[in-house]
Structure formats: C-alpha cells, structure tokens
C-alpha cells in the first residue's frame, strides 16, 4: 500500500537491480535451510560426501589408493564443482516449478512490472550460494581426510575469480534455456534440472576426460562450456595437477578464458531467443497459472 | 440402541512449543453428549473451527476421543474400530482423494475393493451413482481433469456406494454450485427416506441446508453442543421473541454497544452496508420495540425498512452465542 | 430413486487380496497412462548409467566392473522406487487425503501397503530390465550364470525383503514427523554409497558392508554379481549361501517390523491426530 503512496508515478517500473536483490533474497529465504540443522546436514554435506564417496571408493577398488595422484585430484576437483552446474541449471527451472505449483505465485510475477527472467535469475543466484557451502564442504572433506594436495598459496585467485564468474554466468544462461522449457512441461519436471545437470556430467570433462568418450559425445562436449569452465578452476586451483588434466593442453589459460567468455555471449543471447520463444508459447497456452496434478 | 451417541465427549489437541508460542492445549470438542437415532438425517450446525470436523473424525475412528465415549451402531469408537469400519462411510467437502491419473470409474472401483465389494457388482452399483449424480459421461474422465464441483459429485458417489448403515458427510456441498449443491441435498434426503436403517450425520455451516434437509439439527460452537431439536423446535424457542430486521441510514458500533443496554433487548448483530447499517435483532416481546425506535431517532438514524420476521437457525445461534456464525468465523470481539 | 444394484461384502483373505488388487491397480496402469517415467525412469538413469561406465574406462577397470554399474543401475530403480514411491507413500497419502479413507475402510492397512509394493514392484521391474537390456546392448556385458535357481532365489528375497523394508519405513516417515521429501533425501545418497551399487561391497571393511547389509540390496547386489560374474567371485563379501540365509531372516524381520510398525504408527495418529492433522 504504502508504495503507491510513496511512488506517485503508479507506472515506475521497479530497477533490474531492485527485482534481482528482492528475488535474489526470496531465492536465499527458501532455499537456504540454516534454521534447521537436519535439512541442512541433508543437503549440503550428506549428499554431496556420499556422492564424492562413491567415486573415492570406485577409485579405490581400481588404484588402491593414492589420492595424491594428478587422476585423483582432478577428478575430485571435478566432481566438486560440478555440485554448481547442478544448482545452476536447476536453480531457474525449479524457480518457476516451485512458483507455478508450490506457492502459486507465478502468475503474480508475471503481472507485476518486473522483468521475469531477471527475477529467475535471482532466485538461482540463491541456490548457487547454498551450492557453494557444498562445494566448500567436499573440498575440505578431500584436503583433510585424503591429504589431497590443494594449497592455497599455489592458488590462481585472479584466474579462479575470472573463470568462476563467467561459468556460473553461462551455466545461468543455460538453467534458462532449461527453465524456459519448463514454462511449458506439465508433470514431473521438479528432477528435470537435477536430472539433466547429472546428464552433463558425461559431456563435461567432469570425472573423466572427454578423450574416454566415442568421437561423436567428444563434439557434444566441446560445444558445451562446462569442460572449458571445469579445466580453468582446475588449473587455478591446482596449476601443476590441473595442467596435467588431459584436456585442452594445447590451449592457454587466457584462450581458455576467452573461450569461456564467447560462450557465455553466444548463450545468452540463445537463452534470450529460447525465453522468449518458450515465454510465448506458455502464454499462449495458458500455462503460466497451470497446477500440475499428479 | 442409538445409530450414534457420545457420552461427555471431548478431545484436546496439544499444541507444541514454538518460537512465537508456548506449549498449549486446544479444546476441540467438550463434554459432547449426543444421540442420533437410526434412519435419521441428523445435522451439526456450527461456524468452522467449531468442532464439528473433529467430532467426525472421532466418530470414523480416525482420532481417538481424549475423554467420554462414542458409539456409532452400538460399537465403542476406541475399543471396536475395524467392526465400525464395515458400516459407515465417509465424505468431506473438497477433498482430493483418489489418484489424478485414474478416470472418475478407476477410483472408485478401487475404493470398492477396499470394502470386498465384488467387481462386477461395484462396476453396476458405481454406473448407477454416476447416472444419479449426472456424471455417467465423466466416468472415463481422469480425476485430475475434473472441476471442483464433478470433483466432490465423484465424492458424494464413493460415500454411497458401498451401503453403509452410518454415513458422514462434512460439509458435503462445499464448493458445489447452487444447482449441484440442491442436487446432492436431494439424493442425500432420498437416501435416508428409502431405509429405515440409514442414518446419516452431516456437518454444515450453511443455515439453509440444515433447515432444509435435517430432521434434527445440533448447534455447536467451541467444541461444545449449545442446543438440540428439530429444526422446527429450535425456532420455536425464539417464539416469544419478537424477530426484526431493521435497515437504518447509520449506526456505529458504539450506539450499537448502547443499544444493547436497553429493556428488552436479548440478541443482536450489526452489519455496515453501502446505504448504512443493517440490524439483525431478537427482541424479549414487540413491546421493546418502541424504546428501540426512539433510541434510534435520538441518535439521529433514519429507519429505511423494518420487518418483523419468522426466526430462522441463524437467529437460534445469534441467541445462543451472541454472535452471527460469520462473525465468529471472523474472530469478531465479543 | 432406490438403488437397484444390491451389493454384497466379501471379508477376510478375500477382502485383503481385493485390497492388494485395487491398490497396486494406480500403479499398473500409470506405466502405460503417463509416459513421462520414458524420460524421468529410463533416461536420466541411462545417462548417469554412462557416467559412471566412463569412469571405470578412464581409471581403465576390468570389464567386470562395467557389468557392475549396469546391474547396480538397474538396481537404483528398485532403490528409488522404494524411497520415493514406498517410504514417503504414506506421508503423501495423508497430504492427499487418501490415508484417512483407507484408514477409515474395514481393510487393513497391510493390505493397502502390499498393494503399493506389488504394483511398484511391477513398475519398477519393467523400468530396471529396461536399463539392464540398453546397458547390455551399450556396453555389451557377459554374463555367465552359474546358478539360475540360485539367482532367482536372490532376487526374490531381496525383494521381498527390500519391500518389506520400504513398508516398514513408510511408516516411520509418518511418525517422524518430517516431511516425507527431506526423509528420502537423507536415505537416498549415504546408501547409493554403502550398499555398492556400483563397486563391490567388500571395498568396506567387514564391519562397514556388514552394517550395510541391514539394507537387502547390499546381500543381493552382491550375491549377483557373484552368480553371473563368477570370474569375481573372489570380491564377494559373504558367500551366497549365507547371503541367501541372511537376505531369508532379512525378509522375515522386514515384514514383521512392517506389520508392527503399522500397527503402532495408526495408533499413535489416531491418537494424536496425525491421519490428517487438521484441526477444526
């Protein structure tokens, strides 16, 4: 009540910063399970060390043991982050879910003088975070109980920073592309970025090098931006290890960047044409209020 | 023997401790004493949050009485679950049971099989319900695409169609439209009046149902049973009383407050309304009146219609509780 | 307007069966009426399938091993089932109203339950021989089964023991007083990891895959792998005659535990309102 008392122009158009902090902190207000220590545990460690277990264990039985070994490193340091592809592409596509057919507010959303797509974006941002406690939690189970080497004096921040940024950019774009998808999908999509995030794994260089794939998955992956993005954190993270990752050795840090960035303006701007092509369908019929009975 | 009875009754939630509240308990029903006779069409009338959901749920064996006992056919609710189950049946207003992907047909011939009713039998006795019920051309819909009314028709249907001997219904035409509504009223009545065994208990906050369709009505509120008769007889109580509805062109709650004080006057509400204020009183005799319209002219408020009217259920309850059932629905103050 | 079918009741085993039937009917028929289980069941499944074959490539592991991935990922199917669609089942029914009218029938709930399991069994084996026959064509697997009675005798009872416990659980969801959702979320990773889905059990020391082992899939995974990939049998964690006893008493006990946790669980809602937990 009180804006329109305060705004006395009632076609002011809330700023992009304005929509993306507020959705931003909705996003961070239901994703976010501090209060309670159960669901967090859940979550944010029990899932993402039980995930890492399994691949310790699988390389365990093969090498028994050395996680010192570059094969290991890497491959722990992939499985890490890949926590964030997840949580990016998820983060929009259960946005709209959770909105559409949990709070019902989506339709609300759309009404309301905000830009929806930077609305969504907010609400990812939020997971991402949370997904970041993750990450952290599994790199830390590796540096203390495998001795895995990762110091953080030997770390590249300006390149990490670099490489971190534009990945969660272009893995945003991508969540959208994905949610746009789910503006039209009827039933069971609440998995579909999850899902499809555990999909990429295999094109994304991730836990194994895109070399071990048959020559046509190999191209899938090379169009994909997760691979480029994963080999720039290793090679931030651990310069020496991460170089011996056999993947894109021939290309310098700076052409991996400069890759990545390519990347992340082609993908925007296909997330652009997607959301709106995909914005109109929904429109059209009639999906933006829909709640999905199972 | 009674179809159902309660013997002070009562059932107490306990609420537990949270940030903003502490540990307590919630009275939901209180020394609830009741007798339904069987082939009777019985109604518990009273606002939401009465009591009335918790005294059906105690009833179908879903929730176990805190004190007293319930009886339905004879049978102890806590002590004789599973032989109650085979006799009774129950429907509430907007419920969702069933599965969405499975048709109108599919899911309430699972539900026969839940009572033993052979397939051949329940699939005849399910067509003749959605025949009765207008939804025969549904009956290979998915649930899922239903509307709410067709929804609770499909309700009303799985509550009939196994025969039970005690049927609850809760707030059976919630959601339904009017002529939807006064259709289920119809084949709920006839269903009573067919067998003399039937009984049938039916919960509602609508007036009109419970006068219309009950041969006798309990008024509940606050988990307590404030009165018990026919409808007729409920009335009737209020017979002495002189029954108006005044239209007035003002009247705030403060002379409202002051008009309660004079002579005569028992019950009242008042509602504010575009032209002004509507008076809904129930007055000791018509001799009263006459100080009231004076009251009102002295303070300056102009009667637009006046009529003294036969007592209705909602006047029963405003003399029994002090307030419309809307009101207490609303939280009013006291 | 009096009803002209007359209806009669049957009780008992009949009642029970009917139950059985009628419960396990949603299941049945939702494989063929929502199609989206194609994608969501056979597919995502698939691709974490090749994922982890990908792996044992890179770290370049015995073939036997890839055989262990398919099987365990025909497995996951079984596992998931029961989080999602056994233990939480309960919780939802109660969201969805359902749990009240069945509580409300003259059938017992155990009849409902074994309902559940039968039509989940039913839909889940389709969707595991689904992954096991693409992983097979893939990645071309050898199997050498050196006992089929044996080998049916394991997957029996690990199901019947694995339903059992799903039945159990469903339950106890109710009664924890969690939602249903963070419940399975708990469950799903930390077993994924101890019961061997897709290395063998015996990587744990003894004590890890024997407290593992409380989960049927453990033993039966493991008495499989020994039964169709006898070349590996030395990586067994117990041999299979004992697993089958094992997985024997595990069925007994799940069932038992199922049946009394029941029991317990709808006395307590009753008690305390839990059936459908709104207050009016």
Same mark, same amino acid.
């Given at each position: ?294 | ?241 002189? *029954?108006? =509805?005044?239209?007035?062109?003002? %009247?705030?709650?403060? +002379?409202?407050?002051? /008009?309660? &004080?004079?002579? #005569? !006057? ?6 504010? *309304?575009? =032209?002004?204020?509507?008076?809904? %009183?129930?007055?000791? +005799?018509?001799?009263? /009146?006459? &100080?009231?319209? #004076? !009251? ?18 909602? +006047? ?19 | ?280």
């Amino acid at each position: 009540m009180s804006s329109a008392e305060t705004t006395p122009n009632s076609e002011a158009k809330p700023g992009k910063l304005l929509t993306f902090r507020t959705s931003a902190w909705l996003g961070w207000m239901i994703e976010s399970n501090w209060t309670d220590p159960f669901i967090f545990a859940i979550y944010s460690i029990i899932r993402p060390i039980s995930t890492a277990a399994i691949l310790i264990v699988m390389y365990l039985v093969i090498r028994g043991g050395d996680f010192g070994s570059a094969d290991f490193v890497n491959l722990y340091i992939g499985n890490a982050f890949f926590i964030l592809v997840g949580a990016a592409i998820q983060g929009v596509s259960f946005g709209i879910l959770d909105d559409r057919e949990h709070y019902r507010t989506l339709k609300y959303i759309y009404i309301a003088p905000v830009r929806v797509p930077v609305y969504l974006f907010g609400r990812s941002v939020a997971s991402i975070l949370v997904a970041c406690f993750s990450v952290l939690i599994t790199l830390g189970f590796g540096i203390i109980f495998l001795k895995m080497p990762i110091a953080l004096a030997e770390v590249k921040w300006g390149l990490f920073a670099a490489a971190f940024v534009l990945g969660m950019a272009v893995m945003i774009c991508l969540g959208l592309m994905l949610g746009s998808w789910t503006l039209i999908i009827k039933n069971n999509a609440w998995s579909l970025g999850e899902s499809l995030g555990a999909g990429l794994l295999i094109f994304s260089g991730a836990v194994f090098p895109l070399s071990v794939l048959p020559v046509p998955l190999q191209w899938v992956g090379s169009a994909l931006p997760i691979s480029y993005w994963l080999t720039l954190i290793r090679r931030a993270l651990v310069p020496g290890i991460g170089r011996a990752y056999p993947m894109y050795t021939n290309l310098s840090d700076q052409q991996l960047i400069l890759i990545l960035l390519g990347f992340t303006l082609v993908y925007a701007a296909l997330a652009a044409l997607i959301y709106k092509r995909f914005d109109f369908i929904a429109r059209e019929r009639g999906n933006i209020d829909m709640v999905s009975n199972y | 023997m009674f179809a159902v009875e309660t013997e002070a009754l009562g059932r107490i939630y306990k609420v537990k401790k949270t940030r903003k509240e502490a540990a307590h308990t919630l009275v939901a029903l209180d020394n609830v004493n009741l007798s339904v006779n069987q082939g009777e069409l019985f109604g518990l009338l009273g606002p939401n949050g009465a009591g009335k959901t918790t005294l059906i749920k105690v009833l179908t064996t879903l929730l176990a009485p805190s004190s007293g006992f319930a009886h339905v056919n004879g049978l102890d609710v806590a002590r004789q679950p599973e032989e109650i189950r085979r006799q009774i049946n129950m429907v509430s207003g907007g419920e969702t049971s069933g599965y969405g992907l499975l048709t109108v047909r599919e899911n309430l011939w699972m539900f026969t099989q839940f009572y033993g009713i052979p397939s051949r039998q329940a699939n005849a006795r399910i067509m003749e319900l959605l025949k009765i019920v207008g939804l025969e051309d549904r009956a290979n819909t998915k649930s899922s695409n239903l509307s709410t009314g067709l929804r609770q028709k499909m309700n009303i249907v799985r509550g009939f169609m196994t025969d039970p001997t005690v049927l609850f219904l809760d707030e059976p035409t919630l959601g339904l439209d009017v002529g939807a509504a006064r259709d289920v009223r119809r084949f709920v009545r006839q269903w009573v009046d067919d067998d003399p065994t039937r009984t049938l208990l039916l919960t509602t906050h609508y007036m009109v149902e419970a006068e219309e369709m009950c041969d006798r009505v309990a008024i509940i509120n606050q988990g307590k049973i404030l009165a018990c008769d026919t409808p007729q007889n409920l009335k009737q109580s209020l017979r002495s009383e002189g *029954v108006y =509805s005044l239209q007035v062109s003002a %009247l705030d709650e403060k +002379d409202f407050e002051e /008009l309660k &004080g004079i002579a #005569g !006057f028992r019950q009242g509400t008042l509602r504010q *309304v575009e =032209s002004g204020a509507e008076l809904e %009183l129930v007055l000791s +005799d018509d001799s009263v /009146l006459a &100080g009231l319209l #004076g !009251f009102l002219t002295a303070k300056g408020s102009r009667i637009t219609t006046l009529h003294k009217r036969e007592a209705s259920l909602e +006047d029963v309850f405003i003399s029994l509780v002090g307030k419309s059932m809307k009101d207490v629905e609303n939280g009013a103050a006291d | 307007m009096a009803l002209q079918t007359k209806v009669t009741r049957n009780s008992g085993a009949r009642l029970f069966l009917q139950s059985v039937i009628g419960r396990s009917y949603p299941r049945v028929i939702g494989t063929q009426r929502d199609l989206s289980w194609l994608f969501f069941d056979i597919f995502l499944p698939f691709l974490t399938m090749v994922g982890y074959v990908y792996i044992y490539r890179a770290l370049k592991a015995p073939e036997e091993y890839i055989g262990f991935v398919v099987l365990g990922s025909a497995m996951t199917a079984y596992w998931i089932n029961i989080l999602w669609s056994m233990s939480s089942q309960l919780y939802w029914e109660k969201e969805t109203g359902n749990l009240a009218l069945y509580v409300m029938s003259p059938t017992p709930l155990m009849a409902i339950l074994f309902g559940m399991a039968s039509g989940g069994l039913f839909s889940t084996t389709i969707r595991a021989l689904v992954i096991l026959v693409v992983g097979n064509l893939l990645f071309q697997v050898s199997y050498t089964i050196t006992s089929f009675w044996a080998l049916f005798l394991v997957f029996v009872l690990t199901m019947v023991a694995l339903y059992g416990m799903g039945m159990m659980l469903s339950s106890l969801f109710l009664l924890f007083n969690r939602e249903a959702w963070h419940s399975a979320n708990l469950l799903q990773a930390p077993v994924m990891l101890f019961s061997g889905f897709y290395f063998p059990v015996s990587a744990f020391n003894f004590w890890v895959a024997a407290a593992a082992s409380i989960v049927p899939l453990t033993l039966g995974m493991d008495a499989i792998r020994q039964l169709v990939f006898p070349s590996t049998a030395l990586l067994g964690f117990l041999s299979v005659k004992l697993e089958l006893i094992i997985l024997a008493i595990l069925s007994v006990l799940f069932l038992a535990a199922a049946f009394l946790t029941l029991r317990r669980m709808e006395r307590l809602a009753i008690k305390h309102g839990k059936i459908t937990d709104r207050l009016d």
